[in-house]
């Protein structure tokens, strides 16, 4: 079944709008930038090519930089200079470095625009005949005439990087435009984008054709690649000016933005034209005042979406990028030809600035990472305050006090390194140090944790999140498992734990910002440090009570058997001895039963007189049995539990039994004892157990020094323990 998505209109007539998906619109506007790129690849390629590479002189005059074909006179090398050219067909010309000047735009004036462009017709003709010299001064200073054969099209790896820049630079205006329109197509602001997009392709390719020209270009053929060159680029200014003027805010009508492109094409055809009073008035001005009203209408978005944090943080981006485009381009091109200085960036470099504003565009649009733009933010305006001060510094040093252009650019540089950036490390650090922890937030930290009422609890934690985060709105969600951005950046999500619930905050800074990668880490830091301190003090808690069910466990086994012994024994000396047991036992109850160890027969001796007392005080009868070392040293914690058990035992046939014997066998053997107590009572129903407290302490203590126990209540009750010795060896 086809994918396709389809949109029903007039359902009584039956109408159908089938959309094109959005892949295929992806692959269709890939495949034209390939097209664009392989056409101008084309133009480029189909040019007479000499065979060398020129560079413009410190004398105004053209040097060979390097020679690219093999098969020329050696004589024509690196560091010779060009002085003229010809053919015998049209004679001989000389040449100056204004012949290779990238951009044609910079010159003074219409006149030499025009003059520049009749030399390019003429020179291309020489240089499409079969035979050509060149005039040449050797690196020795010898005058020469070199005769060679151009060859009828130019290798493209003899292209310079300066071509395959700009030819990446329009295709990837026209890609990233064309992906995010596909991807929001019933949307203007994505629109206008991917006309800007095609602009940029427009202006870089045209501009990659006949700024890398080897020498010259046919007249025709430049004139048109120079007047696609300039509206590709008022173009690309007037699409951002009208997505600027409908996203995030519509704030002009379809008029306005009509408006916009015809005094657009009007000022664009007065430059092309020549009627402007000078060729930088008529190249630039309007550049500028295109720039201008990009900046104007990005403060008006701002305004108009002060409380729209998504929108004001795409607006970010824009800002961003055209602050940096911008301020470059002005300050590197345009503002040093106004005043009648060189460019300080070449027309390569100048694409690449563009590439930086559409970029920055293109993510605002796709609302791509908006929640990252603070970090980017410090990282590039940085970056481009640096470069500013740099340039700035290393002009006012060439032109102002008269200083070489290395040297003035090593102390332009030494400058920056020992001023600026320092500055900017302390306040980079400063704002990173904003975004940690702050030192008052742990003794609010240790107060929740130490908070016992659940609900108060969880009212602390929501005050120190707000604390740090100060979010519009606090609700509880849904389990996540750490901490997150949601709704690029317009959510976090803060895990629970315990009893604190999972939460979702909503807009940072009262709504004035989105959450950032840098809000996510202060928040799992929070989460981690409260869920260990919720962790220790659960841990404690655990153990106090695991400490008070010990005692409660010993108080009931051996305190509450040494009573009953009391209260049945009829001599006063002997309760008087039994007390002072029942002491040194109550001791040992409250320091954990905590020693070196005895020796086993020395712990079986003495409980097994104490239980016979017991017993004969009741009327029972002692079977006690003992098979083992008797000499086996056991810890002071196993002798308790040994103890604790035979006691509670005896205890429980005394009370419940009625019986009238009971029997004790104890095996020491392989590391391990096995305890068997059974009476001949009445026995229980084991279909319907009723497990006081002390068999359940029995259980939990055998349990606890991993130890197996049975109980069965056929003809009498009857135990069965097996539970390994703590210590082996002979008792000293």
Avoid at 3 to 8: I, T
Avoid at 130 to 159: H, N, Q
Avoid at 700 to 729: K, M, N, Y
Wanted: charged share 15%; aromatic share 6%; with cysteine.
């Amino acid at each position: 079944m086809s994918r396709e998505r389809v949109s029903v209109r007039g359902l009584r007539g039956g109408h159908r709008k089938i959309r094109t998906p959005a892949f295929v619109m992806l692959v269709v506007l890939l495949g034209l930038s390939t097209l664009a790129v392989i056409g101008g690849l084309y133009v480029a390629v189909n040019q007479p090519w000499i065979g060398v590479i020129l560079s413009p002189g410190d004398d105004g005059s053209i040097v060979i930089a390097r020679v690219q074909r093999t098969d020329l006179d050696p004589e024509l090398s690196a560091g010779a200079r060009l002085n003229a050219i010809g053919s015998p067909e049209s004679g001989s010309m000389t040449v100056t470095a204004i012949d290779i000047v990238d951009e044609p735009d910079t010159l003074s004036s219409y006149s030499a625009l025009n003059e520049f462009r009749a030399r390019q017709a003429a020179l291309a003709n020489i240089q499409d005949q079969t035979s050509v010299w060149l005039d040449i001064t050797t690196a020795v200073g010898e005058a020469k005439r070199i005769s060679l054969a151009p060859f009828a099209t130019r290798p493209a790896w003899s292209l310079p990087f300066e071509f395959w820049l700009q030819a990446f630079v329009g295709y990837a205006g026209l890609a990233v435009g064309g992906w995010v329109w596909s991807l929001r197509r019933r949307e203007w602001g994505p629109f206008y984008l991917a006309v800007a997009g095609a602009a940029l392709m427009t202006s870089a390719l045209s501009a990659a054709i006949y700024g890398t020209r080897e020498l010259s270009l046919p007249g025709e053929l430049l004139l048109v690649l120079s007047g696609l060159n300039h509206a590709g680029t008022v173009a690309f200014g007037a699409a951002t000016i009208c997505l600027l003027a409908v996203y995030p805010k519509r704030i002009a009508s379809n008029a306005q933005l009509i408006a916009v492109w015809i005094a657009t094409a009007v000022v664009a055809g007065i430059s092309i034209a020549q009627w402007a009073p000078s060729q930088s008035i008529g190249a630039y001005v309007l550049i500028v005042i295109q720039f201008v009203a990009i900046g104007a209408l990005i403060v008006v978005q701002l305004f108009l979406s002060r409380r729209d944090p998504v929108a004001r943080a795409a607006l970010g981006w824009f800002g961003l990028s055209i602050l940096a485009g911008t301020s470059v381009f002005i300050f590197a091109i345009a503002a040093p030809l106004l005043i009648g200085l060189e460019p300080q960036a070449s027309q390569a470099q100048a694409f690449g600035v563009i590439l930086l504003i559409y970029a920055g565009l293109a993510l605002g649009v796709a609302r791509y990472r908006l929640f990252d733009l603070g970090i980017w933010a410090f990282r590039l305006g940085s970056y481009l305050v640096g470069a500013i001060l740099l340039v700035s510094l290393d002009a006012f040093l060439i032109y102002g006090v008269a200083v070489e252009r290395i040297p003035a650019f090593g102390i332009a540089l030494l400058v920056l390194g020992l001023v600026y950036l320092p500055i900017r490390n302390a306040i980079g650090m400063r704002l990173s140090s904003r975004h940690s922890v702050a030192t008052q937030s742990f003794p609010q930290l240790v107060e929740i944790a130490l908070e016992r009422r659940p609900e108060r609890q969880s009212a602390k934690w929501q005050a120190l999140l707000i604390e740090n985060f100060n979010p519009l709105t606090i609700e509880t969600v849904a389990p996540v498992p750490k901490a997150a951005l949601i709704d690029d950046g317009q959510g976090l999500l803060i895990p629970g734990h315990l009893n604190l619930p999972p939460l979702l905050l909503q807009f940072a800074n009262g709504g004035r910002r989105l959450f950032s990668v840098r809000d996510v880490e202060r928040a799992q830091h929070l989460v981690d440090l409260i869920s260990h301190a919720l962790d220790s003090g659960d841990a404690r808690e655990q153990g106090v009570r695991m400490e008070r069910t010990r005692i409660a466990r010993d108080l009931h086994d051996n305190i509450g058997a040494q009573l009953l012994r009391t209260l049945h024994t009829p001599d006063l000396q002997r309760k008087d001895a039994i007390v002072s047991e029942t002491l040194a036992d109550l001791r040992d109850i409250i320091s954990n039963a905590q020693g070196s160890g005895m020796a086993l027969d020395e712990v079986l001796a003495e409980l097994r007189y104490e239980t016979n007392d017991r017993l004969a005080l009741a009327g029972l009868q002692l079977s006690w049995q003992f098979t083992g070392i008797a000499e086996t040293g056991v810890s002071a914690r196993l002798a308790h539990t040994l103890r604790s058990v035979v006691r509670e035992c005896a205890s429980n046939t005394i009370r419940h039994a009625h019986a009238t014997q009971l029997c004790i066998e104890i095996v020491e053997r392989s590391g391990e004892i096995e305890l068997s107590v059974s009476d001949n009572g009445k026995g229980f129903d084991e279909a319907d157990p009723k497990p006081g407290r002390g068999l359940n302490n029995i259980h939990s203590r055998i349990l606890g020094d991993g130890g197996t126990l049975s109980i069965t209540g056929t003809q009498g009750a009857h135990l069965h323990a097996r539970f390994p010795l703590a210590e082996s060896g002979s008792a000293d």
